[in-house]
């Protein structure tokens, strides 16, 4: 059974800067696309970085692209995120996910993932 811990989340300040991290079990990283995701208060859910299980190329959303970015530790088994010059609308809890379901750049399509777990809170105010 696929089970993530997400970690990482806190209350920062716009322009700054966060790494999550999100441990997965019950399967390996290397063989599924694999991604964060963030729901907003009020708002859907919605893909912000994958790596697809296809080419293993990374797909960010238009609005992080150059601000965030994917890495993975297979040896770990663990996603990371990092973010900078984080902003207010990014906002939300994070989650990570996997699915062998996605390519290429479906991967962003929480649709085609599940289960889902904890998540993290991102707070960027001031």
């Known amino acids: 059974q696929l089970q993530f811990a997400e970690s990482g989340g806190a209350l920062v300040q716009p322009g700054g800067s966060l790494r999550l991290s999100c441990t997965a079990s019950?399967?390996?990283?290397?063989?599924?696309?694999i991604g964060w995701f963030r729901q907003a208060p009020g708002k859907e859910r919605e893909g912000v970085s994958c790596?697809?299980?296809?080419?293993?190329?990374?797909y960010y959303k238009d609005s992080v692209k150059g601000r965030f970015t994917i890495s993975s530790d297979d040896a770990k088994n663990t996603l990371y995120l990092q973010m900078n010059s984080l902003q207010p609308e990014d906002t939300g809890v994070y989650y990570c996910a996997a699915t062998p379901r996605a390519r290429f750049m479906l991967c962003l399509t929480p649709a085609l993932y599940g289960p889902w777990g904890q998540g993290t809170q991102v707070t960027v105010s001031s």
């Open positions: 790596v697809s299980m296809s080419d293993r190329t990374p």
């Open positions: 019950g399967f390996s990283l290397d063989r599924y696309s």
